[in-house]
């Protein structure tokens, strides 16, 4: 996909890799809607961004605030050609020791809102596939977490398994509608992650711009060429 001109939408856009992944696309003269719930974290990257990037406060956790927010972007653009699920936590710690509501939170934000925002953009892609014979390119950003187990992060792993699972099944289910989806399984990052998350970050972390550079080089491919899956870490990671 040529992402001049095209609309794209980044949840997660405030913080981390989903504001990375902002800068980029409109460096490429992108269209960027950007989801998340801090607004002033949204405005201030509008500001460094300028009128290709909208920030639209959004809890991908809940229905109505998903909705609302792919309205306006369905209302303004008429069409959306990537949408990027990022928006993501991990909250580490025993099973004993977490709550119900940190369980809630895991799995509202990693795989129902996937949910929600994948339900939001399919009968567009669907519409744009009928009409030019290419529907567009959903990217989940699931984690190395999504392909192991690890102790002290079982309800991480659970929703990043989960979140694979997604993928391929959607994957299935809509390529014949000329619509890709990707899952990309990163390592550590150097993002506000590990602070939400409780711990330490490793030392010796990929970089934001990173798995940037991935995120384009998947987007660009042409048409009919999927990478469906893709694994990216820390050559030498150090703890
Ligand atoms: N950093 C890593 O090492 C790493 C490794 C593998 C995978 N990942 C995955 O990468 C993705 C991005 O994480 P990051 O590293 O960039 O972490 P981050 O810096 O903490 O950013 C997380 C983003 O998710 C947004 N978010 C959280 N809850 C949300 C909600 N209910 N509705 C809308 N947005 C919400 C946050 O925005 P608001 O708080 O403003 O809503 C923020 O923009 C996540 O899915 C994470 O699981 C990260």
Redesign the pocket.
């Known amino acids: 996909m040529n992402l001049e001109g095209k609309v794209v939408v980044v949840?997660?856009?405030?913080?981390?890799?989903?504001?990375?992944f902002c800068k980029m696309l409109v460096t490429k003269g992108s269209t960027v809607y950007g989801?998340?719930?801090?607004?002033e974290?949204?405005d201030a990257l509008g500001a460094e961004l300028g009128s290709r990037f909208t920030g639209i406060p959004?809890?991908?956790?809940?229905e109505k605030?998903v909705n609302a927010a792919f309205a306006v972007v369905k209302e303004r653009e008429g069409r959306i050609d990537v949408l990027v699920?990022?928006?993501?936590?991990?909250i580490f710690g025993p099973t004993e020791k977490a709550t119900v509501d940190e369980w809630d939170?895991q799995m509202?934000?990693?795989l129902k809102?996937v949910f929600l925002c994948t339900k939001a953009v399919i009968p567009a892609m669907k519409a744009q596939n009928a009409a030019s014979g290419f529907g567009g390119h959903i990217v989940n950003?699931?984690?190395?977490?999504?392909l192991m187990g690890n102790p002290n992060i079982s309800i991480?792993n659970a929703?990043?398994f989960g979140l694979r699972g997604y993928s391929d099944a959607l994957f299935k289910e809509v390529r014949q509608d000329g619509i890709k989806v990707s899952c990309?399984?990163?390592?550590?990052?150097?993002?506000?992650?590990?602070?939400?998350a409780g711990v330490p970050?490793a030392g010796n972390?990929?970089t934001?711009d990173q798995?940037t550079s991935t995120l384009l080089h998947v987007l660009e491919t042409p048409d009919n060429y999927l990478i469906s899956e893709i694994v990216m870490r820390p050559l030498r990671p150090q703890g």
Request: proline share 3%; charged share 10%.
């Open positions: 949840t997660g856009a405030s913080a981390g890799l989903g504001a990375a989801l998340a719930r801090r607004q974290k949204l959004c809890d991908v956790s809940d605030s699920n990022n928006a993501g936590l991990g939170q509202n934000v990693n809102g950003i699931s984690s190395v977490a999504g991480y929703t990043k990309f399984f990163p390592g550590s990052i150097q993002t506000d992650f590990f602070s939400t970050i972390p990929m934001a798995i």
